[in-house]
């Protein structure tokens, strides 16, 4: 049962990101299976998580970027956006910043959990 | 207080002399954007306040005096926000410049006001340890008390003072709530902690986890996240609902703008010719009647009708920014005006630009990146301002047939208006996606939008804020005109011909538009019109008078009325093209100066007069060949 339910999140987490580049990281911690993946922050859908990991952009954009918050380490969690989709608002570090897609496409997230937006 | 009295009388925003100067031990406020910083600034100092430019730069001065309880005053400055003290932008680099007392014109600060909103105090921080290092004396001001309070919020203030060596007031700006603890600082009576020797970091990561270490001694809890601003973006960010209320406060804004200022710049209007003729009953006819009342009165009197516009914009943004919408449709509209190379914050200021160019270039000032901003000033007098209004209205009733073209739907006067509406947009979007493709690419700034919690405005900052624009308005683009105005009437009263006035004709202006005949004639017009085209570089609609006075000095004209005269003199082709050239031409002397003063230089505005002027004659020559 227990497998199950955790094979269907893991294609809830895929059909998350397809398209997208991903690397998927199965880590045995104890008796849990512990879940990890490697996406642009574009590709969060609405209400998921990540831990940013790393931005791809030159110096001074990565730092405005961290001046507001988007620290690698920090969590991010997807918000509302625009009609269409960009820009999208991010939660971060108690702020709400809006990204366009062009953006956030350089910003790699460490996936923690997934939740579909209703 | 000795200069007060003058304050209390209403007397405006404008201060006997710049309370900031190079001698001045003045102290000065700063902090991130969005922490309210501006909101205290306001409290502290209400109308004693001045704005002016830094010398050289667009960057807007706020100087004020802050009376302390005991009598004293204390200047003050408001510096432009920043998120950090390593300067990339021109505003930054004037924070910077001041703080460390780089600027020639400013003394260095001899203390600090860093406002931080309490609300957001982890990454807030940051800012303290760079501001701190300069080693001049600052208080820690922790702003929206209330916010954090009520979304339960609470930290260690005695803690957080420890931790930063500093002293720290939590309090709330918006409703006024703890200023006496900046008063007692000011005055110098607060309690100072042992100072603490702080990391200076420059790499961000590690600023940020010293503030998130101070946060965590001072016990700092986090206020859970702002309730009524989540319920609230789901509605105006649904993907439905959202544009549609976008779309309900552009309509507002537009028909606020035609419908209710209209009326206000009527009355206006009306008061304006209510005391000239008050003047004219009271002074003998002179020369100097004349001059004061064709020349200054009228002049001054075209600019200060637009006022009524003016304040009601200024409300409108005003509203839309204070309670936070603006970053709202900012972000909705940035898809659209990224298809033109612009931003969402573009969007206002040239929806703003239908009603007058002037306040809309003002407004451009929310607009942070700078390449994006020089070109939304570029083209927005390219929008159909007001102003064109009156010169269409009168060619379009001479020389177009009132018939109808869809029915009754739409009739052909109806439709040429629309086609110039049509016309300004097209090339307003043309000279937007060249410029954003040439000269101003941008150097590929993200595009970051924070979204502020929604609050509501405060009736103070709302009225400061149109006091503010007002005077700015009246007094910049006010001299101009009126310097403009009394050329053109002496130009229209030399050479005297036996002390007399000459007629328009034989005036400097007629011999100027005689001048200036060969270069108009290849677009259809005499040199009547030409003398228009000349005046209407003062104001758009000032071509309307000029035309009027100039066919009512021929008695022939005069019988047969203006739209009658304009038939006889003007071919349909060039009555065409004279609506081509008003659509294109940058006629308004407001704009050239209000351009001046935000680009900091006559380059953009000559540039951008010069583009307009070929792009007007250009269009109004291939016009009256295709037409004539």
């Not at chain 2, 001046?596 to 951008?608: D, F, M, S, V, Y």
Request: glycine share 8%.
């Amino acid at each position: 049962m227990a497998a199950k339910k955790r094979k269907k999140r893991t294609e809830t987490l895929d059909s998350n990101f397809r398209g997208a580049h991903t690397e998927t990281m199965l880590q045995l911690g104890g008796n849990k299976r512990e879940l990890a993946l490697l996406a642009p922050l574009v590709d969060l859908a609405r209400g998921d998580a990540a831990t940013l990991e790393k931005i791809d952009l030159p110096n001074d954009e990565a730092r405005r970027l961290m001046e507001l918050g988007f620290l690698p380490g920090t969590r991010i969690t997807a918000g509302l956006s625009a009609p269409g989709g960009d820009p999208r608002v991010f939660q971060v570090d108690g702020s709400e910043i809006a990204l366009r897609r062009e953006t956030a496409r350089h910003l790699t997230v460490r996936v923690e959990k997934s939740k579909r937006p209703r | 207080m000795s200069d007060c009295h003058s304050c209390s009388a209403g007397s405006v925003v404008v201060l006997p002399v710049d309370p900031v100067s190079k001698t001045s031990r003045h102290v000065a406020l700063i902090g991130p954007p969005n922490s309210g910083k501006t909101t205290l600034f306001n409290r502290l100092t209400g109308l004693r306040q001045k704005v002016a430019n830094f010398p050289g730069v667009t960057v807007e001065r706020h100087t004020g005096v802050a009376v302390l309880p005991d009598g004293r005053e204390v200047p003050l400055i408001d510096l432009p926000g920043l998120y950090s003290l390593a300067p990339r932008s021109e505003d930054e680099q004037i924070a910077y410049d001041v703080l460390t007392g780089q600027r020639g014109d400013i003394a260095k600060p001899q203390a600090i006001l860093l406002v931080l909103d309490s609300t957001n105090l982890a990454r807030h921080l940051m800012l303290a340890a760079p501001v701190l290092a300069l080693g001049i004396p600052t208080l820690i001001i922790l702003n929206m008390a209330d916010d954090l309070r009520r979304r339960g919020g609470e930290l260690d203030l005695t803690a957080l003072s420890a931790q930063l060596g500093a002293p720290v007031a939590l309090l709330s700006a918006r409703q006024g709530e703890g200023l006496d603890q900046v008063f007692q600082f000011l005055a110098g009576a607060m309690p100072k902690p042992a100072p603490k020797e702080l990391p200076i970091l420059q790499d961000v990561p590690k600023c940020r986890q010293w503030a998130g270490r101070v946060g965590n001694a001072a016990r700092y809890r986090a206020p859970a996240p702002p309730k009524w601003t989540r319920r609230l973006d789901a509605v105006f960010l649904h993907p439905v609902a959202g544009p549609l209320v976008f779309l309900a406060v552009v309509i507002l804004v537009f028909q606020t703008i035609f419908n209710v200022a209209d009326p206000a710049k009527d009355v206006v209007d009306h008061f304006i010719h209510l005391t000239g003729n008050w003047v004219a009953a009271v002074l003998p006819d002179s020369l100097f009647r004349s001059l004061l009342l064709d020349g200054v009165w009228n002049g001054v009197g075209s600019v200060v009708v637009f006022l009524p516009q003016v304040l009601l914009l200024f409300l409108f943004i005003g509203i839309l920014e204070d309670s936070g919408y603006l970053a709202r449709a900012a972000l909705i509209a940035d898809r659209t005006m990224a298809k033109v190379g612009l931003q969402g914050k573009s969007f206002i200021p040239l929806l703003s630009a239908y009603a007058c160019a002037v306040p809309a270039i003002m407004a451009t000032r929310t607009i942070e990146n700078k390449r994006d901003r020089m070109a939304t000033i570029l083209i927005a007098p390219f929008m159909t301002c007001s102003a064109r209004l009156p010169v269409y209205t009168l060619i379009i009733a001479a020389f177009i047939p009132n018939r109808p073209v869809l029915g009754s739907f739409l009739g052909a006067r109806a439709l040429v208006m629309l086609g110039l509406y049509v016309l300004g947009f097209v090339a307003a979007v043309t000279t937007a996606r060249v410029l954003k493709s040439s000269v101003l690419k941008s150097a590929r700034a993200p595009f970051l939008l924070e979204m502020p919690s929604y609050r509501w405005p405060t009736l103070q900052s709302l009225g400061l804020r149109l006091l503010d624009r007002s005077v700015v308005f009246l007094r910049r683009a006010g001299t101009v005109i009126l310097l403009v105005m009394v050329v053109l009437w002496v130009m229209a009263h030399v050479p005297l011909v036996h002390g007399h006035a000459p007629t328009i004709d034989n005036s400097l202006a007629g011999t100027l538009g005689r001048t200036i005949e060969p270069a108009i004639k290849p677009l259809g017009m005499n040199w009547k019109v030409g003398i228009g085209l000349i005046t209407s570089l003062a104001a758009r609609e000032t071509i309307v008078a000029t035309l009027g006075s100039i066919y009512g000095m021929d008695p022939e004209s005069n019988q047969a009325g203006l739209g009658a005269s304009l038939q006889h003199d003007l071919s349909f082709g060039g009555a065409v093209a004279l609506l081509v050239f008003f659509a294109f031409a940058m006629q308004c002397i407001s704009t050239i100066a209000v351009v001046r003063r935000e680009t900091g230089g006559w380059k953009w505005p000559i540039l951008q007069f010069t583009y307009m002027g070929v792009l007007a004659y250009i269009g109004s020559f291939v016009a009256f060949h295709i037409l004539g």
